[in-house]
């Protein structure tokens, strides 16, 4: 699979508005969120790939991808927290994870051809929302046995492909760039007064 590679950025995070002083839904800032959250997920792939990680298999990709998106996701919920209403909250990761199990399918069709590719994304990322949701967080940032923990997910999904150093990779480089990565894009696409 031949992928042009960049480190993610901040412009990588696009949440202009189309139309500039419309309210903004819940629906429509879950889309934006989960467009971004396959961006960022997809520029990690390309920067661990540019770094010489192996993926193999189509697959072994989207099984990556998976683990880089629920790790996100949580970020996002984490992120949210007391900046909306737990219901408000709750309708902006669901309409996310719609957003994001909608692309992961046709991503895996694309790929892998037909099957049934929602539910098992959607049942990996309940197992890990519940998994990441005993860790604690300080000042909005993962703490290091979260951080740990994604790195090991992701080590254990690339376990086939006979990569070495993936767990420092994960938590040395690409989580505090995808911790970045959130803030900006949860502080540019949910704003004040959304709840």
């Not at 480190?7 to 202009?16: C, D, F, G, Y």
């Not at 006979?162 to 696409?189: F, H, S, T, Y």
Request: net charge positive.
């Amino acid at each position: 699979m031949a992928i042009i590679s960049s480190r993610p950025s901040v412009a990588l995070v696009k949440t202009r508005w189309r139309k500039k002083g419309a309210p903004r839904t819940l629906a429509d800032c879950a889309t934006v969120i989960g467009a971004n959250v396959w961006k960022i997920a997809l520029e990690i792939f390309r920067h661990m790939e540019k770094e010489a990680f192996r993926f193999g298999s189509d697959r072994l990709v989207t099984e990556v991808m998976a683990e880089f998106i629920a790790f996100l996701v949580q970020l996002v919920d984490r992120a949210l927290y007391r900046r909306l209403s737990d219901a408000d909250r709750a309708t902006l990761v669901s309409g996310t994870v719609r957003h994001l199990a909608a692309t992961m399918e046709n991503n895996q069709r694309d790929l892998l051809g037909p099957g049934e590719y929602r539910k098992p994304f959607i049942d990996l990322l309940n197992a890990r929302f519940e998994e990441y949701a005993g860790f604690e967080y300080r000042d909005g940032e993962p703490g290091f046995p979260c951080v740990r923990c994604f790195a090991a997910r992701v080590s254990d999904a690339m376990a086939a492909s006979g990569n070495r150093w993936v767990i420092e990779q994960i938590m040395d480089i690409e989580a505090p760039e995808m911790v970045r990565l959130i803030r900006k894009l949860v502080d540019q696409a949910t704003p004040a007064g959304t709840s």
